[in-house]
């Protein structure tokens, strides 16, 4: 993958590891006899950040789907909401949970209530 790096121009990065790794600018630097750019590090680091932001985009549709769940049961079986609201409650409340991304669990949807 050819980007540009400020400072440095275009390099060859690379395979982008995951969704969850970005570009690391201080993996070049500029050979004062060449004038060319050359990887004196690794190209791409992992991102936090990143991570958890594609947690967050793939719980998006499932508090969506929970927030209708609870609508459908309050009209339905008021005493039955109360079941969804406490799942869809676990959904906004994983990013709060879990210290590392990859140790994510999502609720179970409850079913049939």
Not at 17 to 27: F, L, T, V
Not at 38 to 53: F, Q
Request: charged share 25%; net charge negative; hydrophobic share 40%.
């Amino acid at each position: 993958m050819r980007i540009k790096i400020e400072g440095i121009g275009y390099v060859n990065a690379g395979v982008k590891p995951s969704e969850h790794h970005q570009i690391n600018p201080a993996a070049w630097s500029i050979n004062e006899e060449t004038g060319l750019a050359e990887l004196v590090g690794n190209p791409w680091v992992y991102s936090d950040a990143l991570h958890w932001d594609a947690i967050r985009a793939e719980r998006a549709p499932l508090l969506a789907e929970a927030d209708e769940l609870v609508k459908r049961a309050e009209d339905a079986n008021p005493a039955a909401a109360d079941v969804y609201r406490a799942y869809r409650q676990a959904l906004r409340d994983v990013p709060q949970t879990y210290v590392n991304p990859d140790d994510v669990v999502w609720p179970t949807k409850p079913m049939g209530v």
